[in-house]
C-alpha cells in the first residue's frame, strides 16, 4: 500500500507536462510563486516535504494499484490500471478523484530504480503533472476506512512518453477534507512502465531457471512384501502434485514458457512411489495413500512438456553444498555420498522423463559461493556452479551488467545469476498489488539493462528453490510479459555458460569470511554429518548378511541422499527428527536378526552339547554370518575341538523368517559354573548384535549316585554268600539223611538268576529313592522346550534344554 502523500498546498498548473518535465529546474521557484494562490498553510510553506499527518492530522488515503494492463505497453495500446483507494483518516475525503502522472523523464540505471521504487511521498516535480481530463475517476465522498475500487484507462499516447527506457507511472487520490479546504494530493502509489515500441538493436539473452523441487516426502520404511510398498512422512506431496497445488501450478504454467527446467531426481522419484500402492504416516500408524491418479497425471504431463527441451539435474534429493563445505567434508563418507548423488541422478531423470538431462550444474544455495564450495560441486562432477551477482560482486568501475559466464580458474565457470532479477518475487505475492508491483519493477530491471549499452549480454535468472504457488503465478506474468516485449528473447542456462566472459567481470570467488552469515545459521551441523555417517555404518554392517541387499540398500541409501537436503535449511528440528527416524527404522530391521537368550544350562559329565539358537524375522534370508561361543573359563570347559582357542564358531545361513538352533560340542575339565557368551559375527569380524550370556553349571557323578552303586554290589556279595551257605546247608543234610538234595523240593537252593534278579531290584529300588533323579524332567526356563530324556543320548539337544551326556 501506498504511505500518505505529502501536502503541497494546491494541485499543479494546467500548464502543459513537457515543460514541466525540461523545465522544472530553472523554473520551480517562479512556479510555485505562481501556485500559490489560496490561503496559505504556514506548515506546508515552512516545510513543502511536510507529511499529510502533519498538516491535516490522521488523514490519509492508501491507494492500491492491483493491476496494470499492458505490463509492457506499445504504439496504439490503450493502458488500463484499477485497484482500490481507502480511506484510513478519521475525516471524510470530498470531492476526490483518482488520476495517472508521469514521473518527468525516464529511469536511468538499474540503482535509480531501485530507489526510485523506495521513494514515498509525493513530490509536484518528481512525480509529473495528472493526466486529467477525461482520464480519471471521480468520488464524491470517501468515508473513513471504506475501500472503494477504481479503474482508468488512458491511450498511451496521452502518456507523453519520450523515448525508450522506464518510465515511473503515479496513481494518486486527490481531494479535500473538513481541515483543508482545498484540492491536494492524499495518497499515491508509483510503479514502472516499460516503454520499448520497437524492437532492441541487440536484444538480452535471458536464461529462466523454472526449479521442480519439494521438501522431503519419503521415509526409509517400506513394507514387509516383496512390493516393498513405500510409506510418506504425511500427505503433502499430493497436494503439491494436486489442481491448484505449488508443483501443479509451477508445472501448468512452466509448459507454455521459454525456460530452463531444473528438476531434483528424488521428486520425480517421490511421485513415482505414489502411482503405485503406498502408504502415508497418520497419527502413530498408516494408512493407506489415495493419490495414484494424481501422480500418474502430473508425471504424463511434466514427461510432455519437457520433451525438446533443456533440463538440469541437480544430484539426488538437492543435497546442500556449502552445508558439507562448511561442516559436512571432514566427516567420512559425506563426500563419497555427493559423488552418489550426482551419479543417480542422470539415470532417475532419464528413465522417468525419456530424456537426456544435463548434470555439470551445481546450484550452492542462494547462489553463494566461497572457494570450499566450489571443490565440492567439483568434487562431484560438476564443472559449472550457479552463482549469484550479489555473492560474486562486481567492482564499481564496470558501469554495466556483464554476461553471466566467469571462469574461475580449473576449468570451472560460474554462472553468475543477475540477483535483482532472481529476488523480484520472493515476496509475499498473494496480494494483487504485491504482484503487479512486482511484475513491473522486474520488467523495469531487464529493460534498462539492455539499455545500459549497445552490446548483446546473456543474463541467467535463478529464483527461489521452492516458489509458492502465488509467486510461480507472478512469476509467470512478469515472464509472458517480457518475451512479448522488444528487447530479450530466450537462451538455454547451457548456452549462457558458454557465453564469451566480459573481460572486466569479476572471477574472484568471494572469501569464505564473506559467506552470508544468514546463511550459515541455517546450515547442517557438523554433528548431523556425524550422524548420518553413523547410520551408513550401521548399514554397511547390516547389509553384509543379507542375501538380497538391494532390498534394505537402495531406500536407505536414498534416504541417507535426502538426510543432506537444501530443504532442511531452516527447519534443524525436523532434519533431527527425520535422522532419528531413519536410524531407528535401521536398528529396528537389524534386530530382527539376534540370539535368543538362554537360562542357565546343566552339564552332566565330562562332554556334551550346548544349542544356541539364532531368530531371522527378516523377511529374506541372511548369511555371512558366524556365531561364536566363547568360554570365559576354557581351563575348566573347554569349546569345540580346541582349534580357536577359547571359543569354537560356526557359520549361519538363515532363511526368512526362520529359527536356528547351532550345536557346540563342549568338554567339562573339572565341576563348577562357567560363564558363556555367544556373539554374532559379519565375515570382515565385525560384531552384529548383542551378545547373550549365560552360565553352564558342569556336574559330576554325585556321591549320592557312588552310594547307591555301592548298595547295589554289597548286596550282590551279601546274595552270593547267602547262596553259598544255603548251598553247603542243603549238600550237608542230604549227606547225613542219605536221599539225594535235588529229590526235597521243599528245600530248593536259589539259582544264580533268582540271586542277579534280587539284586538288580534292591539297586532299582535304591535309585528311585536317589535325590539325584528329582525334579530333573523341568525346563530350566519359562521359554525352554521339555529336556529330550533319552540316556546317553547322541543327538544334539534342544534350545534351552538340560545338556546330556
Do not use: C
Not at 500500500?1 to 498546498?9: C, R, T, V
Not at 523441487?213 to 494436486?242: C, M, R, W, Y
Not at 532299582?764 to 525352554?784: F, I, L, N, W, Y
Request: glycine share 8%.
Amino acid at each position: 500500500m501506498a504511505e500518505a502523500a505529502d501536502f503541497q498546498g494546491t494541485s499543479p498548473s494546467p500548464a502543459r507536462r513537457w515543460l514541466l518535465r525540461t523545465g522544472a529546474l530553472f523554473a520551480g521557484a517562479p512556479l510555485l510563486a505562481g501556485l500559490v494562490q489560496l490561503p496559505a498553510v504556514p506548515s506546508a510553506e515552512a516545510s513543502p516535504n511536510a507529511s499529510l499527518a502533519e498538516a491535516t492530522g490522521s488523514n490519509t488515503v492508501e491507494v492500491s494499484l492491483d493491476s496494470l494492463s499492458p505490463s509492457v505497453p506499445t504504439d496504439g495500446d490503450t493502458v488500463t490500471v484499477s485497484g482500490t483507494v481507502t480511506n484510513k483518516g478519521r475525516q471524510t475525503v470530498t470531492d476526490a478523484h483518482v488520476g495517472l502522472r508521469v514521473a518527468s523523464g525516464a529511469v536511468t540505471g538499474r540503482s535509480a530504480v531501485d530507489d526510485a521504487a523506495k521513494r514515498s511521498g509525493f513530490d509536484q516535480f518528481t512525480d509529473g503533472a495528472e493526466v486529467g481530463g477525461k482520464y480519471v475517476e471521480k468520488f464524491s465522498a470517501l468515508a473513513s476506512g471504506v475501500a472503494h475500487p477504481f479503474t482508468i484507462s488512458v491511450p498511451v499516447k496521452e502518456l507523453d512518453l519520450g523515448s525508450d527506457g522506464v518510465y515511473q507511472l503515479g496513481v494518486s487520490l486527490s481531494g479535500r477534507t473538513a481541515a483543508a479546504q482545498y484540492d491536494q494530493v492524499l495518497g499515491i502509489q508509483r510503479t514502472f512502465l516499460p516503454w520499448q515500441p520497437d524492437e532492441a538493436g541487440a536484444k538480452t539473452k535471458t536464461t529462466y531457471l523454472w526449479p521442480l523441487i519439494s521438501t522431503t516426502h519419503l521415509t526409509a520404511e517400506t513394507g514387509p512384501g516383496e512390493q516393498q510398498t513405500p510409506v510418506f512422512l504425511n500427505d503433502d506431496l499430493a497436494k503439491e502434485i494436486s489442481a491448484g497445488g505449488r508443483l501443479e501450478q509451477m508445472l501448468t504454467l512452466g509448459k507454455d514458457l521459454d525456460i530452463t527446467w531444473v528438476i531434483d531426481p528424488d521428486l520425480l522419484a517421490s511421485v513415482v512411489a505414489m502411482t503405485e500402492s503406498y502408504r502415508v504416516r497418520s497419527g502413530g500408524t498408516t494408512v493407506a495413500g489415495e493419490n495414484q491418479a494424481v501422480a500418474k497425471e502430473w508425471l504424463a504431463e511434466l514427461e510432455t512438456a519437457v520433451q525438446g527441451e533443456e533440463v538440469i539435474a541437480l544430484p539426488f534429493a538437492d543435497p546442500d553444498l556449502a552445508s558439507l563445505a562448511h561442516n559436512g567434508k571432514t566427516i567420512t563418507g559425506s563426500l563419497s555420498r555427493l559423488k552418489g548423488a550426482t551419479d543417480v541422478a542422470s539415470d532417475t531423470v532419464q528413465n522417468i522423463l525419456r530424456v537426456v538431462p544435463d548434470t555439470d550444474f551445481a546450484w550452492p544455495v542462494n547462489g553463494a559461493v566461497d572457494p570450499s564450495i566450489v571443490k565440492v560441486a567439483i568434487s562431484a562432477g560438476a564443472d559449472k556452479v550457479i552463482a549469484r551477482s550479489d555473492s560474486l560482486q562486481e567492482g564499481s568501475s564496470l558501469s554495466y551488467t556483464p554476461n553471466a559466464a566467469r571462469p574461475v580458474g580449473g576449468g570451472t565457470t560460474a554462472v553468475v545469476a543477475d540477483a535483482r532479477l532472481s529476488k523480484a518475487f520472493q515476496g509475499d505475492m498473494t496480494k494483487a498489488e504485491s504482484s503487479t508491483l512486482a511484475v513491473q519493477r522486474f520488467l523495469a530491471q531487464s529493460l534498462v539493462t539492455d539499455l545500459q549499452n549497445n552490446k548483446q549480454r546473456s543474463v541467467v535468472i535463478a529464483p527461489q528453490r521452492m516458489p509458492s504457488a502465488s509467486q510461480a503465478q507472478t512469476m509467470a506474468q512478469a515472464l509472458t510479459a517480457l518475451q512479448g516485449g522488444n528487447w530479450s528473447q530466450p537462451q538455454e542456462l547451457s548456452e549462457a555458460a558458454a557465453t564469451k566472459p566480459d573481460p572486466s567481470a569479476t572471477t574472484r570467488i568471494p572469501s569464505a569470511s564473506a559467506y552470508p552469515k544468514s546463511l550459515r545459521k541455517q546450515a547442517l551441523s557438523k554433528s548431523a554429518f556425524g550422524e548420518i555417517h553413523a547410520t551408513q555404518a550401521d548399514l554397511d554392517r547390516f547389509k553384509v548378511i543379507l542375501t538380497d541387499r538391494s532390498r534394505v540398500v537402495t531406500p536407505f541409501g536414498r534416504t541417507m541422499d535426502r538426510e543432506m537436503s537444501t530443504s532442511w535449511r531452516g527447519r534443524s528440528m525436523d532434519a533431527a527428527v527425520y535422522r532419528n527416524d531413519v536410524q531407528s527404522y535401521l536398528n529396528s530391521l537389524t534386530g530382527q536378526v539376534r540370539l535368543i537368550e538362554k537360562s542357565e544350562t546343566k552339564l552332566s559329565g565330562r562332554s556334551a552339547t550346548i544349542p544356541v539358537t539364532v531368530q531371522n524375522n527378516l523377511v529374506q534370508g541372511v548369511d555371512n554370518l558366524t556365531l561364536r561361543l566363547t568360554s570365559k573359563a576354557p581351563k575348566r570347559l573347554k569349546i569345540g575341538d580346541g582349534d580357536f582357542g577359547d571359543f569354537d564358531e560356526q557359520g549361519i545361513d538363515i532363511s526368512g523368517e526362520r529359527r536356528e538352533s547351532v550345536k557346540f560340542t563342549t568338554n567339562a575339565e573339572a565341576n563348577g559354573k562357567v560363564d558363556v557368551v555367544a556373539q554374532l559375527y559379519t565375515a570382515d569380524g565385525e560384531k552384529y548384535g548383542d551378545e547373550v550370556r549365560f552360565t553352564v553349571n558342569v556336574t559330576e557323578i554325585t556321591p549320592t549316585v557312588m552310594l547307591v552303586i555301592a548298595g547295589g554290589v554289597l548286596l550282590l556279595v551279601l546274595a552270593g554268600f547267602r547262596m553259598y551257605t544255603q548251598r553247603k546247608r542243603a549238600a550237608a543234610r542230604q549227606s547225613a539223611e542219605g536221599a539225594p538234595a535235588d529229590d526235597d523240593p521243599s528245600e530248593s537252593v536259589p539259582t544264580d538268576e533268582d540271586a542277579n534278579a534280587e539284586a538288580a531290584s534292591a539297586v532299582h529300588t535304591a535309585e528311585e529313592q536317589s535325590p539325584a533323579k528329582s525334579g530333573s524332567d523341568e525346563p530350566e526356563h519359562p521359554s525352554d522346550p521339555a529336556p529330550d530324556t533319552a540316556p546317553e543320548s547322541a543327538d544334539p539337544s534342544g534350545t534351552g534344554e538340560r545338556v546330556d551326556r
